[in-house]
């Protein structure tokens, strides 16, 4: 199974994006999806959002609210949907399979004026 994000790019304060991930293989015995993120400078890659193959999602508190995560079993993608970007929302967003530790290349999103 690989996995492919894409749709980062520099943003302004309070803009959007759509991140996508294209997964090769079937996703439907995946239970979990996922988003982490690695800030500028730091090793650790953070939890963003998880969706469970059920569809129910979870998020980390700073993104409630402001990002949606959704997934599409027939089509093999996972979507992440980030609204109000703030600067400290710059990272490199990568998608994975976090039970499984399939991870894909992350995607750069730059949040900056």
């Known amino acids: 199974v690989q996995l492919q994000a894409s749709g980062g790019g520099l943003v302004q304060p309070g803009g959007s994006l759509r991140l996508s991930c294209v997964v090769s293989?079937?996703?439907?015995?995946?239970?979990?999806m996922g988003w982490y993120r690695q800030a500028p400078g730091k090793t650790q890659r953070d939890l963003v959002a998880?969706?469970?193959?059920?569809?129910?999602?979870d998020y980390v508190d700073s993104v409630k609210g402001r990002f949606t995560i959704s997934r599409d079993n027939a089509k093999n993608m996972v979507y992440l949907q980030m609204k109000s970007l703030e600067s400290e929302d710059t990272a490199v967003y990568y998608c994975?399979?976090?039970?499984?530790?399939?991870w894909g290349k992350g995607t750069l999103v730059t949040v900056s004026s």
């Open positions: 994975c399979a976090p039970e499984l530790n399939y």
């Open positions: 293989g079937s996703m439907s015995s995946i239970n979990v």
């Open positions: 998880t969706i469970t193959i059920a569809g129910r999602p």
